[in-house]
């Protein structure tokens, strides 16, 4: 493999983006357009990688930058080739400079590959397409051969060069040992009055290097983000691709169009996921798995078998088997679920650990608890895990029965088998196998009268 410098232009403003984020640093998928870019940069495994970054963008440096990144600040925004002209001191001699923009976020990094091998260090290589709608973009100029002899943007093209279809994506492979030169060689004389990367391409016809085109497996790979309009289209052709690729899977979605994904969900067989749900982070859904409508996961796993009830809101969780959540379940960092339990609505649970099959179906906070197995929360109850200054653990051993209504004040132990009575307050650790409450005894008084509403009188 030839050495492979990869240059990200992202000095663009985007105006029309009107935001004060630049541009790149808009989430598509829930990271930002340039991660997506890095992400395929990367996975190319490149000697380096250079961004251009813009005039006030030094947020984009702080917000990404991951130590090995070569960061280029073009003060000022002279055009493409300008743009990589900045960028020539960090570049190897030999080898080849694949040329990417950090706003066009969804590029496979196959069609880069295929790319790459047209250049093979020696040619250059374009990536260009055919659109029905080509306004705006460059045209690529072919001889009566076919041979591509120049790249001729929009404003300059003539009537005739304006009919072509065939457009300049922008991202391109170009040998270094004449990039430096070329580069040099740039004018700004032309309608933007910019200094054009695309004019590289009649250079190398002069100087009889040969040009090539790939063309990407889909037009959206290409496409450009350039306003929150174009911004959410793109965002409906990634999740569709992504919908698309799980019922290849043989996930069963109730609706391809109404899935977001905001990271990578990973699916076992068999996996059910009914409308409205958003899977952030790194999700993991093992086989039989169901997750309910409006259901919300990041960065959990979820063991086989296991139903998600819906409206519920998993996060840094790990779930165990034929386990039931929900419908309206709180499940917050920190929480791991042994098999079969049953966490049911309007609970919420924080760092804590619960094993197998024990429940907590209604109205309950389970905070920094360590709960055994075969427990049976009642409904309504809170372990008091905070002082206003400092968080404890509540202990609840295996075996044992809550009470509904009953709170738990940190630290404390319940203790195997025990059964607390509905409505106590539990201050100290309570013994095994007995029943403790703490409710005050039950009286009915003598001769209590309801209040009376009092009469109001005129004035
Ligand atoms: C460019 C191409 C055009 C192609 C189109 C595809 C040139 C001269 N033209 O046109 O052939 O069809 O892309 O979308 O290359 N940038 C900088 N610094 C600059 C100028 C641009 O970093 O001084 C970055 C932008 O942030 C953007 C990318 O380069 O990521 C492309 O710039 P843009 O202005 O969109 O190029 P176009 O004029 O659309
Ligand atoms: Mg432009």
């Not at 260090?121 to 990536?127: C, F, M, R, V």
């Not at 608890?369 to 200054?389: H, S």
Request: hydrophobic residues 40%; contains cysteine; neutral net charge.
């Amino acid at each position: 493999m030839p050495t492979l410098n990869i240059v990200i232009l992202a000095a663009g403003l985007g105006k029309r983006m009107h935001s004060t984020l630049p541009k790149v640093l808009h989430p598509l998928a829930g990271r930002s357009l340039l991660s997506h870019v890095l992400d395929t940069a990367r996975a190319l495994a490149p000697e380096k990688i250079c961004v251009v970054y813009g005039h006030g963008g030094e947020i984009v440096p702080q917000t990404i930058d991951d130590g090995k990144l070569v960061w280029v600040k073009q003060e000022l925004q002279l055009g493409t080739g300008h743009a990589l002209m900045q960028t020539l001191p960090h570049l190897d001699k030999s080898g080849m400079t694949l040329v990417l923009f950090g706003d066009v976020p969804l590029t496979r990094v196959e069609t880069l590959r295929e790319l790459i091998a047209a250049a093979a260090a020696k040619y250059l290589a374009l990536l260009t397409l055919e659109l029905d709608e080509p306004h705006g973009y460059g045209r690529i100029v072919r001889s009566s051969e076919g041979e591509i002899t120049a790249i001729v943007e929009q404003k300059d093209a003539s009537e005739t060069q304006r009919q072509i279809r065939e457009i300049n994506t922008g991202i391109m492979a170009v040998p270094n040992q004449y990039l430096h030169d070329w580069l040099h060689q740039l004018k700004n004389n032309n309608a933007q009055k910019e200094y054009y990367l695309t004019d590289i391409v009649a250079m190398a016809v002069k100087d009889g290097v040969k040009v090539e085109a790939t063309q990407p497996g889909n037009a959206w790979e290409t496409l450009g983000i350039n306003s929150k309009v174009q911004l959410a289209a793109l965002e409906r052709i990634y999740q569709n691709e992504s919908a698309h690729r799980l019922l290849e899977q043989g996930v069963t979605l109730a609706d391809p169009s109404r899935i977001d994904i905001r990271g990578q969900l990973a699916c076992g067989s068999d996996v059910t996921i009914d409308v409205n749900c958003i899977f952030e982070g790194l999700v993991q859904l093992d086989d039989n798995v169901k997750v309910g409508a409006h259901s919300i996961l990041k960065n959990v796993k979820i063991a086989a078998g296991t139903v998600i009830a819906p409206f519920s809101l998993i996060e840094d969780a790990e779930i165990g088997k034929n386990c039931r959540i929900g419908p309206y379940a709180r499940i917050r960092p920190g929480t791991r679920l042994a098999s079969e339990v049953h966490i049911g609505n309007f609970v919420e649970v924080k760092n804590s650990s619960i094993a197998a099959s024990s429940k907590a179906n209604h109205l309950s906070y389970i905070g920094d608890a360590v709960i055994g197995k075969n427990v049976n929360i009642g409904a309504g109850t809170i372990t008091c895990n905070y002082d206003g200054a400092n968080k404890y653990q509540t202990i609840i051993e295996d075996d044992v029965f809550i009470g509904s209504d009953t709170q738990l004040i940190a630290p404390v132990k319940v203790a195997k088998g025990a059964t607390i009575g509905a409505g106590s307050t539990i201050t100290r650790d309570t013994p095994p196998e007995k029943l403790t409450l703490s409710r005050a005894k039950q009286i009915s008084i003598a001769g209590w009268k309801r209040p009376i509403k009092k009469v109001k009188y005129e004035k």
